[in-house]
């Protein structure tokens, strides 16, 4: 029965953002479908890349979305445990995997088109872009100080590349970066480094106090905090033809933030070159919300074009 499920979910939710549920149970079993057709695709290899980035995709965000509603980490991996242990009962040949696996496929069709999505969270929200000309793959900013963070398109050969697989004719050349517009710094910043939750100092998500969470994001302690340094700086105009000081950060940055829950911050920390007249150290806060989510959807390939069969001549 559980199968027999996940063809509709799925067919309808493959084409949907950010989803809010109201009803927690609803969101549970939304998990437990994604998880299953997810556990069936990595024991019998059931999808093309891009089907399988899309899965990903959703099945992140409900994942994201329960810890949201306050469930934790061990009861959403004993939900995925028995998801895994039901499609190995069922086999590779089951009747239900493969009418799945074809309802996915034909929905895939239509959300492959879409090739922009954002994942909203509680304190701003990740837009994800699959067209090769924009400058961010992934990307969320400050409204008010257009400070932003996330994987960008190109760089300076120096710093560190994402090391992601290129499929289908794909060519991911992304780097984590931060972005200052130009024009707020007199004298270029002398660092800018990332600052979150060390999970080995701290196993629990930091929620802005030890017991329970608090509505506004707020940094852990130091203590408990691991600090990343930009390697690399480039200044590079935006679409509109704003300047922007682009600082790159080492590629194990993104595997740090997908440790995270979606409820946390990211801190970007800049501190100012001593020529600078204003030698106060800025901080903006980002939240980690569905980065994960948003990323599989910009790792989805582009169709591959295919030439027209030739006509037959008679």
């Not at 590629?251 to 501190?271: F, M, N």
């Amino acid at each position: 029965m559980l199968l027999g499920r996940i063809a509709l979910a799925l067919s309808l939710t493959l084409l949907m953002a950010a989803t809010a549920f109201a009803d927690t149970k609803a969101l549970e079993r939304t998990y437990l479908e994604r998880a299953a057709i997810s556990a069936a695709d990595e024991r019998c290899r059931l999808f093309s890349d891009g089907e399988r980035y899309a899965l990903k995709s959703g099945l992140y965000q409900s994942r994201n979305e329960l810890l949201r509603n306050n469930y934790k980490a061990a009861e959403i991996e004993d939900v995925a445990s028995d998801a895994r242990e039901h499609v190995k009962r069922l086999g590779c040949d089951s009747p239900a995997i493969r009418d799945t696996v074809a309802t996915i496929r034909d929905s895939y069709r239509m959300f492959a088109k879409t090739n922009y999505l954002e994942y909203n969270s509680a304190h701003g929200h990740w837009g994800a872009s699959r067209v090769v000309f924009d400058q961010w793959a992934v990307m969320e900013a400050d409204a008010v100080t257009r400070v932003a963070i996330g994987l960008r398109r190109g760089g300076p050969d120096s710093t560190a590349r994402l090391a992601l697989p290129r499929s289908q004719g794909s060519d991911l050349d992304l780097r984590f970066a931060v972005a200052l517009p130009a024009g707020a710094w007199s004298v270029p910043p002398a660092s800018v480094q990332l600052r979150m939750r060390d999970p080995q100092k701290l196993s629990q998500p930091w929620l802005g106090a030890l017991r329970g969470a608090t509505n506004a994001l707020s940094t852990p302690p130091r203590s408990v905090s691991r600090t990343e340094w930009a390697g690399g700086v480039d200044r590079q105009d935006d679409i509109t033809r704003q300047p922007f000081l682009i600082y790159y950060f080492p590629a194990a940055v993104v595997a740090r933030i997908d440790a995270l829950d979606p409820r946390e911050s990211i801190e970007v920390e800049v501190t100012p070159s001593p020529r600078a007249p204003d030698q106060k150290v800025k901080s903006y806060l980002f939240e980690v919300g569905d980065f994960s989510a948003a990323l599989a959807f910009a790792m989805i390939p582009q169709p591959v074009a295919t030439a027209p069969a030739p006509e037959a001549r008679h």
